[in-house]
């Protein structure tokens, strides 16, 4: 093909599809159907990655501690949950009743330093390696698109819903393409009734006649290069990026309206829930890896909410605000753990979206992780908060055959240290690209040809299969 002629096509193809995720749609597709297909078994189709920055307290939630001294221990009781003997914090209720479905890591870890700050810490847990690494490492969902791209044409295969947490700029491609990049939906609360993605949504000039007169334009182009290899192998991939642009799909997997007053309900009022519920969606639609990031927004029933997420260095039992006198400041724009807005609504809302996926059939199929980058000390501070610490914290899994209602390793009496069987974000990073079928023993391979071991050597949490 001449080069002017490839051009004229190129430009003609940013004028009529808009390019998402950093290149034009039709290169995007055409990269994720080179994806490899040599892949080992599969337990899972999808992976839904519930990421609760900011460093949740593990003493508060999964991991209770009701033997530590009195001035140290959480105000949160233990609760039995539907397995016998296996207990969570109160603030876990709702989720307790589903505990028969959930494996908790109770042993996370990092085993070196230099992880222990927001955006180091969140780059960890979305890519599974260690940020001192040589190689900037890319997120597991980018990995994941890259290698084996996404059953669903007409959505990004990785996207973040919404992507504005405290350290949402720590999503990294590292040295693959700018195709696997995630795709981050946006919107500062999910449950306004005016919310929507538009960077998803065909622009004014690319719709209507406008977009037909396109796509009859660049039939006739190709007229003039019947039997050229290079563009009919294209051809298809700028068909599937005029569907992607005019598809009723892709507002469907977004709207929030469509779904049931009851549904609405049931995943709680607020940010949160609709994240989760979007989050679902974007599973049912055949999206190949979701995270779902939630810091709920300042609202009038929040004052000097600015900042809601689990960074508790001051007053972490406030009923409302942190920001009381006497506060450090590491904590402002916080509340409480305990208010609706914090494990209130996360209790409500996950309980809620594991059993709308096993309704719907869609847990046996898809690998859900509860994380956070970190745990918080077992000590308060003075400023009865809680810091962070990395020696010790918890995570949770469900579905894609996990086995349901158990513990995985321990801490100590205190919470503070792992005391049997430790696991790591490179270990959890393994879990998933098992669970889906890639294979860690194949290097990726940077733009120089140098190959790079995604695996890190670790294995997967053996607990977890």
């Not at 609709?274 to 055949?286: D, H, M, P, S, T």
């Not at 605000?321 to 402002?332: M, Q, S």
Request: glycine share 12%.
């Amino acid at each position: 093909m001449h080069p002017s002629a490839e051009m004229t096509r190129r430009r003609l193809l940013k004028l009529g599809a808009a390019g998402v995720l950093g290149c034009s749609l039709p290169e995007l597709l055409a990269l994720q159907a080179t994806a490899s297909t040599d892949r080992r078994v599969a337990r899972a189709k999808n992976v839904l990655v519930i990421l609760e920055q900011g460093g949740l307290s593990h003493v508060d939630t999964w991991d209770p501690k009701p033997d530590v001294v009195s001035e140290h221990r959480s105000p949160f009781k233990p609760i039995a949950t539907k397995v016998p003997g296996m207990q969570f914090t109160e603030l876990l209720a709702k989720t307790a009743r589903l505990a028969d479905k959930l494996a908790v890591v109770r042993s996370m870890r990092h085993p070196k330093g230099g992880a222990n700050g927001h955006p180091t810490g969140t780059q960890y847990a979305l890519s599974g390696a260690h940020p001192s690494g040589g190689n900037e490492m890319p997120d597991i969902g980018s990995i994941v698109s890259h290698l084996i791209g996404t059953a669903c044409k007409y959505l990004p295969p990785y996207i973040m819903v919404p992507g504005n947490h405290e350290q949402a700029a720590e999503t990294r491609t590292g040295f693959l393409p700018a195709s696997t990049r995630v795709f981050k939906t946006g919107g500062k609360d999910l449950a306004d009734p005016d919310w929507k993605v538009g960077a998803l949504q065909p622009r004014g000039e690319n719709t209507g006649t406008t977009l037909d007169h396109r796509r009859r334009l660049l039939a006739s182009m190709d007229a003039g290069f019947t039997g050229r290899s290079g563009v009919n192998g294209m051809d298809r991939f700028y068909e599937q990026a005029f569907d992607m642009l005019t598809s009723a799909k892709v507002s469907a997997a977004f709207n929030l309206h469509a779904e049931p007053a009851a549904m609405r309900e049931k995943y709680g009022p607020g940010h949160r829930g609709a994240c989760y519920l979007v989050g679902r969606k974007l599973i049912e639609a055949g999206v190949r890896f979701v995270t779902v990031d939630t810091r709920w927004p300042q609202t009038k029933d929040t004052p000097g909410g600015g900042n809601l997420n689990w960074d508790h260095h001051d007053y972490i039992y406030a009923k409302g605000t942190c920001n009381l006198p006497g506060a450090g400041g590491g904590g402002a724009g916080r509340y409480g753990i305990g208010h609706w807005c914090m494990m209130g609504s996360v209790d409500q809302a996950f309980s809620a979206l594991l059993e709308d996926l096993e309704q719907r059939g869609l847990l046996a199929e898809t690998l859900v992780c509860f994380v956070t980058e970190f745990g918080r000390t077992p000590r308060l501070n003075k400023f009865q908060g809680r810091d962070h610490w990395t020696d010790a914290y918890s995570i949770a899994f469900a579905g894609a055959g996990v086995p349901g209602g158990q513990v995985i390793g321990s801490s100590d009496r205190e919470g503070g240290f792992v005391s049997n069987e430790p696991h790591t974000p490179e270990e959890y990073a393994a879990t998933i690209y098992e669970k889906l079928g890639i294979d860690r023993g194949k290097p990726l391979y940077t733009s120089s040809n140098r190959p790079i071991f995604f695996g890190h050597g670790a294995e997967p949490i053996a607990g977890l299969f």
